[in-house]
């Protein structure tokens, strides 16, 4: 258990670093999975969240409907759950020397998570009656893009590839910094959705 704390917070402050890295270093690694296909689903879903009015996110809380009830629950685990699985990858890029071996199924199983994902925030939007707004058209099809590419598994395969075998430890702390800015993105918006956790202090 402490292994597994120690390899966490190797990780954070990995990923903090990587804020400190000069911008020519992203440059010059041309990555096929950008961090605009990373991100922009985030910022656009999370923008959309932004500009409801808190009434009718308090009343899609409040909603007693048993099925939309599981999907909150669904979006929530799911959104821990990639988390958690972007912070594993993490932990093995760092760790483990065989790790591009296994970055295929990394890919694979990030695009399978991330479909429930979408999969939930549509019944969401359906909900709130807000499927068929052109900003939430744009956000479910720049989704579909990192779906997609993430299910290809080579983009995501030579990114990895390309950043452990240039021997440059800058590229692949970006990369683990682009991945987990995305996972934060993802955590961020479902907080937005289900409101803030009052069994908290």
Excluded at 101 to 109: F, P, Q, Y
């Amino acid at each position: 258990m402490m292994g597994s704390s120690i390899l966490l917070l190797r990780c954070l402050l990995l990923t903090c670093l990587a804020g400190f890295i000069s911008p020519h270093a992203n440059a010059q690694f041309n990555t096929s999975l950008t961090d605009s296909i990373y991100h922009q689903p985030w910022i656009l879903h999370n923008k959309i969240l932004d500009q409801l009015p808190e009434s009718q996110l308090r009343m899609l809380r409040e909603n007693t409907d048993a099925e939309l009830g599981r999907t909150l629950i669904y979006l929530d685990t799911d959104a821990k759950y990639f988390k958690n699985q972007v912070l594993e990858a993490i932990n093995q890029l760092f760790g483990f020397p065989q790790f591009s071996e296994m970055a295929g199924e990394v890919s694979k199983n990030w695009s399978e998570t991330l479909l429930r994902v979408d999969r939930n925030l549509s019944v969401i939007y359906e909900q709130l009656g807000i499927q068929d707004d052109p900003s939430v058209l744009e956000a479910h099809a720049t989704t579909q893009i990192l779906i997609e590419a993430l299910a290809k598994q080579q983009p995501f395969e030579k990114d990895v590839l390309n950043s452990l075998g240039r021997g440059v430890r800058e590229l692949a702390v970006s990369m683990a910094n682009r991945w987990w800015l995305g996972s934060e993105g993802l955590t961020t918006l479902v907080t937005k959705i289900k409101g803030p956790d009052l069994s908290k202090d």
